[in-house]
């Protein structure tokens, strides 16, 4: 759970089981809005909130006597609008219209009006041949409703905000074109801008204010409708930001072919249970996670994990929902549902993600709370040091309300949150799932990687690698008779010995009297020979000897880590096999994308050490950590990290799990356990070494893409203040410089979806 509370609040809610919960906010119009929430909500006993303004959610944990309306109640009390969202499921089209700024629509009919009206009144305030007499009372027409119409929401909110004693971005606005509206009333009724014939000079550039303007319609519609543009165009790219979110949500399959009682019946995918059998013919989409009943296909997994080569499975293999079926008919037995399926758990981990704040936007939240006071307090410091050192009252309103427009520091409460869905959007669809914000941090630090070998660096299922004969014997002749004997166990080491045995000599013969003898092998009779498979002991128990030439296969291949078989029948010992937990094709390039970032390999096993050193040097990993128990991980972990190294650790397995947690960055292959999975702050989708490569390039990007964004959102505010201070910046300006800092915000964001 990521937000921060006081320490007293961490302190009582500790003892006590928390629940969570995610709500829905209305009416943030900027990131002080959210700061605000947030503040208001970790003050309540036993509450824990973070509010995230681009995703419009609070996600709260809580405790004690508090209630789910209690925390709803404290939200509009201040001022704003919660509800619990509903389950996950596909937006209707109708929706999404709405989604983002909360009203897209109604925003975008005001910017048309209020665009349409504020054209006229800047042309002619900028181009003096327009100025005919009494122009500037056609301008107030104009200009009216755009400060008072179309602003509306500013005001609403300002006053909103005042009630309950705040001030957000909306109350600069707000003030700063009310403040240019009344000081222009006052001139055209009281001064002497309403006479005919007056002239409006204009110079659409940074430049000291002569004071030779006395009335400000334009800056005040300019400034609306540059601020209403801001916001639409933030509005759509908040949409385009989490659109890769509602796309994974709509992978899923509408409705599916269920067996009942013999016959296919069309039902709604909401209607499976756990146990039903469904059928998938060649192009459906999977209807949920199951296991193949029957047939065998290739399936198209490349919407999830991100693979372009599709998987063959037959009966028993499982498949994932929504991933396409690209071959033959296939019945699959349902073993997840709803919310517990695959594709639910990755978009609830991509939300969770999007939900979070990182620690670089903790501090850009303490500051903006802040900020919009002290712009404030600026502003009023400029109009009375303007007013001191040059009495002239134009120059210093015109300096006090560019200072309240250009400070609006929206781009702030955008810098994160934007860049964080795209990234971790993006990351959906390549097969990477980044659990928070936080995790990004990680990534910027990691120096070590700790690579599990089983199921991460190798497949973690055993193969026949190769048959050594003894002179005289025929190598399908061995792979046949011993494969047959192998076939009837279920020891792994046996069915790599018979799947191996069967795919080169292609079908294999049945035995009789087939006996296992427990820890040394099997044995049996094959087509009238009495054939022993399995240790050199089992051989010995029979009085059998190997001769030089076997003994030294055995021998070598072992001391490669290999696991040597030995083979006889009829007396003689007749070969030897050995299997071996194949590496991975792709993890020799993993491991060297991985020095590429500047981190260092580790490989980290229970096998022996022969075995490892040998899978390390065909990847090219130089320190190899062997023969360590599950529990030792850990250890390994923590001696790493006291040695000052900052360790990302990869791995699929339950014995992983701790050493995931323990680690400074987990990273966890969705190939493998659950607890694996979460435990990890990345999860892998598919099981290939090369995508941590690409998770660490990615969240490095997506960091970085966060810290341009605030660079550019603190430091134009910085730069802007003294100019706007110094009585250097137009007001219209000002406005349309706050509103392209935001938008630029955004768009940055969104070069994140090219990430490859």
């Known amino acids: 759970m990521t937000g921060t509370a006081p320490g007293t609040t961490a302190l009582r809610t500790a003892a006590v089981p928390l629940s969570e919960v995610e709500l829905s906010i209305g009416g943030m119009t900027c990131a002080s809005c959210a700061a605000r929430i947030e503040k208001k ?37 201040t001022g704003y609008t919660a509800e619990e969202p509903l389950p996950p499921a596909a937006p209707a089209p109708e929706e999404d219209a709405a989604a983002g700024d909360g009203q897209p629509l109604p925003l975008r009919q005001r ?44 005001h609403k909110a300002a006053w909103t905000n005042a009630r309950h004693g705040a001030a957000t971005m909306d109350t600069l606005v707000s003030v700063g074109t009310l403040a240019a509206l009344g000081w222009s009333l006052w001139a055209l009724f009281f001064g002497h801008a309403g006479m005919p014939g007056m002239r409006h000079g204009f110079e659409f550039t940074i430049a000291r204010s002569d004071g030779s303007s006395s009335i400000y319609l334009e800056a005040a519609a300019g400034v609306t409708t540059f601020i209403l543009a801001g916001r639409y165009l933030e509005a759509r790219s908040k949409r385009r930001a989490g659109a890769a979110l509602k796309a994974l949500l709509e992978l899923g ?4 072919s269920v067996l009942r009682g013999g016959t296919e019946v069309r039902v709604p995918v909401s209607q499976l249970a756990v146990g039903d059998r469904f059928v998938v013919r060649p192009g459906e989409k999977v209807a949920t996670d199951g296991i ?24 028993g293999d499982p498949v994932t929902g929504a991933t396409v079926n690209a071959g ?26 999007q939900n979070g704040k990182a620690e670089v936007q903790r501090l850009a939240d303490r500051i903006s709370g802040i900020f919009v006071p002290v712009v404030l307090v600026i502003a009023l410091g400029t109009l009375l040091t303007w007013l001191f050192v040059t009495g002239d009252a134009t120059a210093a309103f015109t300096a006090a309300v560019a200072v309240l427009i250009i400070a609006c520091p929206c781009a702030l409460g955008l810098a994160t949150p934007t860049a964080l869905m795209v990234g971790t959007g993006r990351g959906a669809q390549l097969g990477i799932l980044i659990k928070g914000p936080e995790v990004l941090e990680s990534t910027r630090r990691v120096d070590t990687v700790v690579l599990d070998k089983t199921g991460t660096v190798t497949t973690g299922r055993m193969r026949l690698e190769k048959a050594v004969t003894a002179p005289g014997v025929d190598e399908t002749e061995l792979l046949r008779l011993a494969g047959a004997l192998e076939h009837a166990s279920e020891h792994p ?27 040394l092998g099997v044995q049996g009779v094959v087509d009238g020979h009495a054939v022993l498979v399995g240790r050199e002991k089992l051989l010995h128990d029979w009085a059998i000897e190997l001769p030089v030439d076997l003994a030294a296969a055995k021998v070598s291949a072992e001391a490669e880590g290999r696991t040597a078989v030995v083979v006889a029948w009829d007396g003689a010992a007749r070969g030897v096999l050995t299997v071996t937990d194949a590496i991975k094709e ?30 390390a040097r065909a990847v090219g990993i130089d320190e190899v950590v062997a023969e360590v128990l599950p529990e030792e991980k850990v250890a390994v972990v923590k001696r790493l990290q006291a040695e000052g190294r900052t360790v990302a650790m990869v791995g699929d397995g339950v014995n992983d799990a701790a050493a995931l947690a323990t680690a400074d960055l987990g990273l966890s292959m969705g ?14 989708v598919r099981g290939d070494l090369r995508v941590a490569a690409d998770a660490i390039r990615l969240s490095r990007r997506t960091l970085a893409t966060i810290k341009g964004n605030l660079f550019w959102a603190f430091g134009y505010n910085v730069a802007a203040l003294p100019l706007a201070a110094a009585g250097m910046l137009n007001p219209m300006i000002a406005g349309a410089a706050m509103a392209f800092s935001s938008v630029f915000v955004v768009t940055n964001s969104l070069r994140l979806r090219s990430f490859q």
């Open 328 to 353: 033959g008919r296939l019945v699959v037995e349902a073993t997840r549902i709803g919310t517990d399926t695959q594709l639910a758990r990755m978009a609830r981990l991509v939300e969770d993600a």
């Open 41 to 77: 909500l970790n003050r309540m006993e036993g509450v824990t909130a973070t509010v995230n303004y681009a995703t419009e959610k609070a996600k709260v944990a809580y405790g004690g006597d508090i209630a789910v309306a209690d925390i709803v109640a404290m939200v509009e009390k």
């Open 253 to 256: 399959a509408k409705d599916v």
């Open 586 to 615: 792709t993890s020799a390039e993993a491991v060297a994308a991985l020095r590429a970032l500047g981190l260092r390999p580790v490989l980290l096993t229970g096998d022996n050490q022969a075995v490892a050193e040998s899978v």
């Open 493 to 519: 080491i046996a069915q790599a010995v018979a799947a191996g045995a069967a795919e080169r000599v292609g079908g294999l013969p049945v035995p009789e009297n087939f006996e296992s003898v427990v820890g």
């Open 111 to 154: 910017l048309r009006v209020s665009l349409a009206l504020s054209v006229p009144v800047v042309l002619m305030a900028m181009v003096p041949a327009l100025q005919f007499d009494n122009w500037q009372w056609l301008s107030l027409t104009l200009a009216a409703p755009v400060v008072v119409w179309g602003a509306l929401p500013f």
């Open 671 to 684: 190939t493998g356990a659950d607890a694996a999975i979460e435990a990890g702050d990345l999860t892998l």
């Open 292 to 315: 193949v009943a029957e047939g065998a296909s290739a399936v198209d997994a490349s919407m999830l994990t991100g693979e372009s080569v599709p998987v063959d499975v037959t009966v």
